[in-house]
């Protein structure tokens, strides 16, 4: 009977960012649909700023410039979260006096919350193990600030043969669970600047699915 073969690895292939652009977008798209009284300025704003900012970060990573990459991505996802805050809380304010109306109070309500998913998911793609730069140097992702189901596996298991690391679909479907459950599901929290980030994106939510939303559904 033959030996079995050892472990190898695949080659490692960096992950692709079009899906983290492509959500940084729709944050800009979600604003600009908002009512122009919960927004800092033209409902445009967002969208331009962030798209000014993209152009840089995108050259930078494509350059191997990681640390400029990186802080640009940063700078990106505090300016949505400031930005979804900002309306969250005028959003709020208005409702004793009834500002919006029922349906654009419903708009408001359900492009913040998708907002808030977006945003969070930038967030955690961008700080865990380092951000995306330094998990593709990796040979494994053992180590970070989530534990995926996958780390967990035998190193017989195919993903683990093949290098397995998160991508933004995995950090994209934490936050929304965080967002729809309150609670990370199947991926234990394991950092505390995490945690944190995670109390701050279920406030946010709760905020906009019990107060807004209710609030909304009962004008009606």
């Excluded at 800092?40 to 993209?54: A, Q, S």
């Excluded at 640009?72 to 208005?94: K, R």
Aim: aromatic share 12%; proline share 8%; glycine share 6%.
């Amino acid at each position: 009977m033959p030996n079995e073969a050892p472990l190898e690895q695949a080659p490692l292939q960096p992950e692709p960012r079009w899906p983290a652009v492509i959500t940084i977008f729709a944050v800009g798209g979600l604003y600009w649909w908002l009512p122009t009284r919960l927004t800092p300025g033209p409902d445009w704003l967002l969208l331009v700023v962030i798209t000014v900012l993209l152009i840089p970060t995108i050259i930078t990573q494509r350059i191997g410039l990681a640390k400029v990459n990186y802080w640009l991505g940063l700078t990106i996802s505090l300016l949505m979260t400031l930005s979804v805050g900002f309306s969250l809380t005028l959003l709020i304010l208005g409702l004793p006096t009834k500002k919006e109306a029922p349906g654009e109070l419903l708009r408001a309500a359900a492009a913040l919350w998708l907002s808030n998913i977006f945003v969070f998911a930038t967030w955690y793609w961008r700080l865990d193990a380092g951000g995306p730069h330094l998990r593709d140097v990796r040979k494994f992702h053992t180590d970070g600030a989530f534990l995926f189901p996958q780390m967990t596996l035998p190193k017989s298991f195919n993903a683990v043969k093949q290098g397995w690391r998160p991508g933004f679909i995995d950090y994209l479907f934490l936050a929304f669970n965080t967002s729809t459950a309150f609670s990370p599901t199947d991926v234990p929290v394991l950092s505390r600047w995490a945690k944190c980030l995670m109390m701050v994106q279920s406030t946010i939510s709760l905020g906009t699915l019990a107060i807004l939303a209710a609030r909304a559904i009962n004008i009606l």
